[in-house]
Nanobody, 121 residues
Framework: QVHVVESGGGLVQPGGSLRLSCAASGSIFSINAMGWYRQAPGKQRELVATISSGDNTNYADSVKGRFAISRDNAKNTVYLQMNSLKPEDTAVYYC???????????????WGQGTQVTVSS
């Protein structure tokens, strides 16, 4: 069984910072890309940032220069450092991990349950 669990959300004032973490655990053969999406009330889920197994990163234009994604392969963990937060960053943030459960299996995306980030004074 595989679990993907986020942590680190919360309430922060505009201009503040938060660091989200997401750890994959269980019977995992290898991890491909990992990343973060977010969904604000009444809006569709949108890409925030992704990182490949080779550490290539991709960001939404709205977060470039403010957010940084990184990963620790030894811990099966991906991080999202969020700086200069704005009220429009308020959303539930979801982590995903592209996992292979065996050498011959295809890659499946596993999702976390989401963590709330609220930016408000």
């Amino acid at each position: 069984q595989v679990h993907v669990v986020e942590s680190g959300g919360g309430l922060v004032q505009p201009g503040g910072s938060l660091r989200l973490s997401c750890a994959a655990s269980g019977s995992i053969f290898s991890i491909n890309a990992m990343g973060w999406y977010r969904q604000a009330p009444g809006k569709q889920r949108e890409l925030v940032a992704t990182i490949s197994s080779g550490d290539n990163t991709n960001y939404a234009d709205s977060v470039k220069g403010r957010f940084a994604i990184s990963r620790d392969n030894a811990k099966n963990t991906v991080y999202l450092q969020m700086n200069s937060l704005k009220p429009e960053d308020t959303a539930v943030y979801y982590c995903y991990a592209g996992l292979k459960l065996s050498m011959l299996s295809r890659i499946y995306d596993y999702w976390g349950q989401g963590t709330q980030v609220t930016v408000s004074s």
